[in-house]
């Protein structure tokens, strides 16, 4: 009998992501990402659009002395971990899988969102037939 093989996909999948570090060599950390359909994943993009965009009015709106830059990492210190608890489902750091930890590794670096979001999405890419 031929192998069967199921159309739905997991709800979960694991990818190596590598994080920076001040002063180092980006650790290779393993990240579970949740699955998400084509429409989930457009939906949850325009999501992310539209709060970006809403971020960036807010600053380029304010006086300057109404704003400070504190004030705007704050603001994108929330949307990243937003961006963070919106795909990943835990990750092989020694450190628990929670609110507390996700803002933490958010706030260590600039672009540790940017990685993680980054190997997200070249998951869905390597996932082309043929690749």
Do not use: C
């Amino acid at each position: 009998m031929a192998k069967q093989f199921k159309i739905a996909q997991n709800p979960s999948f694991k990818e190596k992501v590598k994080i920076p570090r001040v002063g180092g060599e980006p650790l290779e950390v393993e990240f579970e990402y949740k699955y998400l359909t084509r429409k989930q994943l457009a939906a949850l993009q325009d999501e992310w659009q539209a709060e970006t965009k809403k971020m960036v009015s807010k600053w380029t709106e304010a006086e300057e002395s109404e704003y400070s830059l504190e004030e705007m990492a704050e603001d994108e210190i929330q949307y990243n971990v937003k961006q963070l608890k919106d795909i990943v489902v835990g990750w092989n750091f020694s450190d628990e899988f929670n609110d507390e930890n996700i803002r933490a590794l958010v706030e260590a670096t600039l672009h540790t969102t940017d990685a993680v979001v980054r190997g997200y999405h070249e998951a869905y890419s390597k996932a082309k037939v043929g690749n």
